[in-house]
């Protein structure tokens, strides 16, 4: 699912559809209108008897006062906080001081994403909950993909959730507050009829009066491919020290006894920021002719300068070996044949985690490559052994790294010094910067002072922030 509204229209539906049970996994949650809709749809299938877990990060404020409401809407909805703050409140201030004093503790972050109907179906890539995640928001949307998944796969993910779900990190969202009485209850339900009611012809209410979703899902219409899955995923308990996970250890490439890279990797990582491990990995897949091409965000596109900021520090590096560099571009203005995301005409940031091994084997979930994933987040994804997945995401890569999406980075010789030069298009016509396109003086000291107060082996999440 590369597009917002299939990827909205698709969890109402799962909503609508659940008759046992409702898993959900995520770091972040929003406050705006399609968490409201999908809060109602995961109320109505609680009031059908329905058992919903809900197991949320708690770095954001946010995530808790969802918890909070959604446990308030029905007795039926139960809603865990993982590895939660010990202040009660959503006060940012309080938490950025006990971040200073735990943040061993607290640095360690759930950065899963999982939505799960009755143990038959389940949503797994890079999506949170929220507006920018459904091309629902009018300022800034997120480029993500997710992989709807059913078969056997299904039970590998509910035994990972079982597993978040019972952690000792996992604790009640009453522990922070009185149990909800039946005024909180009926507040809640008024305020999210109410949203639903007055949303009027925003896009995510006319995507959820769309049936034909809806019944092509009840209708078993909805047309799968059926390959050979593999859940990969960290304990909630687990030190990551020794985890081998991403390109620096290995899970790309050269696993034990597994699959080897013999031609082509294709990366889609918002923050790309690879060890001293990984980019030796990366030399010596390209001494022996793998053709390596990234897809990242630009300077102007990215929601976390000091994430480029430990991308920056090694471009150069990166290109002098070989690997082929594209950064997306902020906005495009063009209409395109595919109909995805990347044709959206609005500001965008890319978000999506995948990689594109040889054209048959494809890796989807919630893994950036930087240190953040690598050493403190938990993550999980999917390796997938299927060529017509891996063309249909090969083919999103190409577009989405066409001059008209994305910037190609290249070397230049300047005063006999390396530096870089910025290649796309409009309308046509060929375009070259010599410095970081559609960026200010400003933004570029911002991540070049960042670069140099933050340690990489903490970037590089923006939504660590506590704001």
């Keep these: 699912m590369a597009s917002g509204q299939s990827a ?24 705006d209108l399609t968490t409201d809709l999908l809060l109602l749809g995961i109320l109505g299938a609680a009031e059908r008897g329905v058992r919903v877990r809900i197991l949320l990060d708690d770095i954001s404020p946010l995530a808790r006062d969802f918890g909070r409401r959604a446990s308030a809407a029905h007795p039926g909805i139960h809603v865990r906080l993982f590895n939660p703050f010990k202040v009660a409140g959503t006060s940012s201030l309080l938490r950025l001081g006990e971040f200073i004093f735990d943040s061993e503790r607290l640095n360690r972050r759930m950065h899963n994403k999982l939505w799960m109907t ?51 990190a996992a604790v009640p969202v009453q522990a922070f507050g009185d149990t909800p009485d ?98 030796r990995h990366l030399a010596q897949m ?30 150069a590096e990166l290109l002098r070996e070989g690997i082929v560099l594209h950064e997306l571009r902020p906005e495009s203005r063009l209409r395109h044949r595919r109909s995805h995301r990347w044709g959206h005409a609005s500001p965008s940031s890319l978000h999506a985690k995948v990689m594109v091994q040889d054209r048959a084997r494809v890796i989807v979930g919630s893994m950036n490559q930087d240190p953040r994933s690598r050493l403190h987040n938990t993550e999980a994804w999917l390796v997938i052994e299927s060529s017509t997945l891996a063309a249909e995401l090969a083919a999103v890569f190409e577009e989405g790294t066409e001059p008209r999406h994305a910037y190609k980075v290249e070397q230049r010789l300047q005063e006999g010094i390396d530096a870089l030069r910025w290649t796309t298009e409009d309308d046509g016509e060929t375009l070259t910067y010599d410095v970081e396109p559609l960026t200010g003086p400003w933004l570029r000291l911002w991540r070049n002072l960042l670069g140099v107060l933050i340690p990489e082996s903490i970037c590089c999440d923006s939504e660590l922030v506590l704001a």
Excluded at 119 to 125: K, L, P, R, S
Excluded at 130 to 144: I, K, M, Q, R
Excluded at 237 to 246: E, I
Excluded at 294 to 315: C, E, I, M, Q
Aim: hydrophobic content about 40%; glycine content about 6%.
């Design 8 to 31: 909205f229209m698709t969890r109402s539906a799962l909503a609508d559809a659940a008759e046992r049970t409702l898993d959900l996994q995520y770091y972040s949650v929003g406050d």
């Design 118 to 168: 009755d143990n038959a179906v389940a949503i797994v890539g890079s999506r949170n909950l929220g507006d920018e995640y459904f091309s629902a928001n009018s300022n800034v949307n997120f480029y993500d993909i997710d992989v709807l998944a059913a078969g056997p796969i299904v039970a590998e993910l509910s035994r990972a959730f079982d597993n978040y779900w019972n952690s000792p």
């Design 286 to 315: 390209r001494e022996r002719g793998v053709r390596i091409a990234v897809l990242t965000n630009s300077l102007a596109s990215t929601d976390s300068a000091s994430a480029h900021a430990g991308y920056a520090r090694h471009r």
């Design 182 to 279: 039946a005024a909180e209850t009926e507040f809640v339900r008024r305020a999210l009829q109410a949203r639903s009611a007055s949303c009027g012809d925003a896009p995510p209410c006319a995507w959820r009066d769309q049936g034909s979703w809806r019944e092509a899902l009840g209708a078993d219409n909805v047309t799968l491919t059926w390959a050979p899955a593999l859940l990969r995923y960290d304990q909630p308990d687990q030190d990551k020290a020794t985890l081998t996970s991403g390109i620096a250890h290995g899970a790309i490439d050269d696993e034990p006894g597994g699959a080897r890279t013999q031609n082509e990797l294709l990366i889609v990582s918002p923050y790309f920021v690879p060890s001293p491990t990984g980019r």
